[in-house]
């Protein structure tokens, strides 16, 4: 994203949109709430979620005079994980996020969860995203056969929209009310 691009963003946010206005081929930014069409298990807690990214810091001890802390907390170990989800809004239509170059970001008052490592010198952080989750996303618009939607009846429609990372593009995944 070009400097001018964020600024004209922030000062200009786009307008959220309801999925049952959406126009396949544009950009929309919808909210609603996260409903898992599959799962993952964070390797770090084994927790079930569609999201996960956590870093695990070290205790390093320094030998260099004049310090005061006499260490420092060094990453040892980072993981990010995210599968596709339905995103349910309001009026309860639903669609997917395909999360191909998709960023993650927290919203105000988000906070990534500190784990206990069961182990003395050793902390880590981990930040879910969860079924219930509130959630914003922008991505561009598409119409897809959604084959593996469990709610819909055999017979049933297939088709469902989809928001996504177009070509030169990402996707904006914004959590705005974790419930895990």
């Known amino acids: 994203m070009s400097i001018v691009t964020g600024l004209l963003s922030a000062l200009f946010p786009p307008r959220r949109e309801v999925i049952a206005d959406l126009i396949p081929g544009r950009r929309a930014l919808v909210r609603g709430t996260v409903v898992a069409r599959d799962f993952i298990d964070s390797t770090l807690t084994a927790e079930r979620c569609v999201y996960y990214r956590y870093a695990v810091e070290e205790w390093r001890n320094t030998h260099m005079a004049g310090l005061a802390s006499d260490g420092y907390w060094a990453h040892t ?104």
């Open 77 to 180: 170990r980072f993981d990010e994980a995210i599968v596709e989800f339905y995103l349910q809004d309001e009026d309860g239509a639903r669609l997917i996020v395909s999360p191909q170059n998709a960023s993650v970001e927290r919203g105000r008052g988000v906070q990534p969860q500190a784990v206990d490592m069961g182990v003395m010198g050793q902390r880590a952080r981990e930040l879910r995203i969860c079924p219930g989750d509130l959630v914003e996303v922008q991505g561009t618009v598409a119409r897809v056969s959604d084959l593996f939607d469990q709610d819909r009846d055999y017979r049933g429609n297939a088709s469902r929209l989809m928001l996504y990372a177009s070509p030169n593009d990402s996707l904006s995944i914004h959590i705005l009310d974790p419930g895990c």
